[in-house]
């Protein structure tokens, strides 16, 4: 299993951006220019300039090598780094859930498939339960993009249940 390091503030902070979580799926597998950004979130270039260099200047997102776009202006690629997987950022907001959410607002809703699940474990077993979770998110994060293949988002949260004390 990866051992994660704890963030950086300025990584905590570019982290803590709905935003921000969005770029960096976006450049996940494929390198997109800061216009090609924009236009996947329907946002304005000039803003969401500002967003990518805060991910480059933290190490989130890496410049590719530039290439000439239309009238040969120069644009510059980004890919992310992955570095957001080594780090152990603290749930300060809800940056990540409502970066969640708006991906999710765009999903085909035949296409979403979703799991609820209650557990009562003993501390050891619920340990267990964690370890062999996140043994398999590791297993399957280390494997190699193919990029014939459709892309896919998993979103997992535990939490005590505030339902069932």
């Not at 390198?31 to 991910?55: C, F, M, Q, W, Y």
């Amino acid at each position: 299993m990866t051992e994660r390091r704890l963030a950086s503030d300025a990584e905590a902070k570019a982290l803590a951006s709905a935003l921000r979580l969005r770029i960096l799926r976006i450049c996940l597998g494929e390198a997109h220019t800061n216009k090609e950004i924009a236009a996947i979130l329907g946002r304005d270039p000039a803003s969401v300039l500002h967003h990518t260099r805060t991910l480059v200047r933290t190490g989130f997102l890496e410049a590719q090598e530039e290439r000439r776009g239309a009238r040969s202006a120069r644009e510059i690629p980004y890919l992310a780094t992955r570095k957001s997987w080594q780090l152990d950022a603290a749930a300060q907001d809800r940056s990540m859930l409502d970066a969640f959410l708006e991906e999710l607002a765009l999903a085909p809703a035949a296409e979403v498939d979703s799991t609820r699940l209650g557990l009562r474990l003993p501390p050891a077993e619920m340990e267990e339960f964690q370890t062999r979770l996140h043994a398999l998110l590791e297993e399957f994060a280390a494997r190699p993009d193919d990029p014939t293949a459709p892309a896919w988002s998993l979103f997992m949260v535990m939490h005590p249940d505030p339902n069932r004390p």
